[in-house]
């Protein structure tokens, strides 16, 4: 994870650089050269704030097609039914 800095002036000149850099981690915004601000993207902020996902973005989740899950065949002792 690559944390990057930048001052209130380069994210008001330049919003997109600052977007695209929280695809790498947190950028910190200073304010006369103190940190003021974080700004991260909202998949880091759910798993930093513990955000449960739902079932449609678990089963969305990228690599799901190269885990290898064969599940057991399922024995049920069912009886034909008798229709007489």
Do not use: C, W
Request: aromatic content about 4%; glycine content about 8%; cysteine-free.
């Amino acid at each position: 994870m690559t944390i990057h800095t930048i001052t209130s002036r380069e994210l008001n000149q330049d919003l997109g650089r600052a977007k695209r850099a929280t695809l790498e981690g947190p950028v910190f915004i200073t304010d006369r050269g103190r940190p003021a601000h974080v700004l991260m993207s909202y998949a880091d902020y759910q798993k930093l704030s513990g955000q449960r996902r739902s079932i449609l973005d678990a089963l969305s989740m990228t690599g799901l097609s190269e885990i290898d899950f064969e599940p057991p065949k399922a024995a049920i002792g069912a009886k034909p039914a008798d229709l007489s």
